[in-house]
Nanobody, 122 residues
Framework: QVQFVESGGGLVQAGGSLRLSCAAS????????MGWFRQAPGKEREFVAA????????YYTDSVKGRFTISRGNAKNTVYLQMNSLKPEDTSVYYC???????????????WGQGTQVTVSS
């Protein structure tokens, strides 16, 4: 079973940047489509971004397009989420996720990280 260790969350002022990392272990990383989701207090978990197994294709929810960038390093078994121009409404717990097929707003992944808190102050 694939397992994840997430890092990079924290407190940042609006307009600032953070880079989340998610290191995977336990299975061949390149077999998985990877993604990031987030969940704010009192809200449902929502899709943020996804990246294909080779890294050749990416997909973002509209609210983060142009501000967030998902990438992966298969040699390091790690997926990243670079978050720029952060807004208070980006405040959430961010989860990395993996699936051998699809990751997206309508594709619920099989494997999840433990989450990392991102707080953006105004």
């Amino acid at each position: 079973q694939v397992q994840f260790v997430e890092s990079g969350g924290g407190l940042v002022q609006a307009g600032g940047s953070l880079r989340l990392s998610c290191a995977a272990s336990g299975h061949t990383f390149s077999r998985y489509t990877m993604g990031w989701f987030r969940q704010a207090p009192g809200k449902e978990r929502e899709f943020v971004a996804a990246i294909s197994k080779t890294g050749g294709s990416t997909y973002y929810t509209d609210s983060v397009k142009g501000r967030f960038t998902i990438s992966r390093g298969n040699a390091k078994n790690t997926v990243y989420l670079q978050m720029n121009s952060l807004k208070p409404e980006d405040t959430s717990v961010y989860y990395c996720a993996a699936d051998q097929l699809n990751v997206g707003p309508n594709a619920y992944p099989d494997y999840w990280g433990q989450g990392t808190q991102v707080t953006v102050s105004s």
